[in-house]
């Protein structure tokens, strides 16, 4: 059982659009990340969300917006994706703030 | 600003052929710092954790320790099944920055038959 999914694998899309990326946890987590990887393959967190409150790294534009329908579930959307938003993003969940947290294998974004 | 630097970048050993990876690092207080392994492709996965300094864990051929500026990922008698990229990260416990993990740029490893 995959403890951490996300879809899609892979998402090619042209500038400009708007896209969405899925993330669902089985573990019974009760709080949720996302993370981008560069192409140095740096990791940075992007956004936590613990009990229905979101915690926003200040860095990350306002064009991406989190989206929590419920506590196994956190969506990432982009509007007008631009092209420095191509890389490979993470969600991870864990038990509460202080214990390991679980990475999903990614979603590979590619900006034309 | 937390962070987190690892060398080498990048170790070639031979099967067999013990060595350590280094986690040097500064925090505003440490909430806990983590080892994980990242394969190609893949999200990284996790090792340990290890809270304060003195701690230690072990798992397999794999042992980390943690110092107050530093911590340590100890690989004895490798297999070529240990290559991978091993990623570590450090939580602060001001809560900054989303709650979320500083990582390092990890260090790539490569075990030869």
């Known amino acids: 059982d995959t403890a951490v999914s996300q879809t899609p694998k892979y998402l090619v899309t042209q500038m400009g659009n708007d896209k969405s990326i899925k993330c669902e946890q089985n573990?019974?987590?009760?709080?949720m990340y996302w993370y981008k990887q560069d192409s140095k393959k740096f990791l940075k967190i992007m956004f936590s969300?613990?009990?229905?409150?979101?915690?926003i790294n200040e860095t990350v534009p306002n064009r991406f917006s989190p989206k929590s329908p419920d506590k196994a579930h956190l969506n990432l959307h982009i509007n007008s994706l631009e092209l420095g938003d191509s890389a490979v993003y993470f969600c991870a969940s864990s038990q509460d703030l202080v214990q390991p947290q679980h990475f999903g294998d990614g979603t590979r974004l590619s900006i034309l | 600003e937390d962070q987190v630097t690892q060398s080498p970048e990048a170790l070639r050993l031979q099967e067999g052929e013990s060595s350590s990876l280094n986690c040097s690092y500064t925090v505003s207080g440490l909430r806990g710092l983590f080892w994980y392994r990242q394969d190609p492709g893949k999200g990284p996965e996790f090792l340990f954790t290890l809270y304060s300094a003195g701690e230690e864990k072990e798992k397999e051929r794999l042992k980390a320790t943690l110092t107050k500026k530093e911590s340590f990922l100890h690989i004895t008698a490798p297999k070529p099944e240990d290559s991978a990229t091993y990623l570590c990260?450090?939580?602060?416990?001001?809560?900054?920055?989303?709650?979320?993990?500083?990582f390092g740029k990890g260090t790539h490893l490569i075990i030869q038959p």
């Open positions: 573990l019974g987590h009760d709080t």
């Open positions: 969300y613990n009990n229905k409150e979101l915690i």
């Open positions: 990260a450090v939580q602060a416990r001001a809560g900054g920055g989303a709650d979320g993990l500083t």
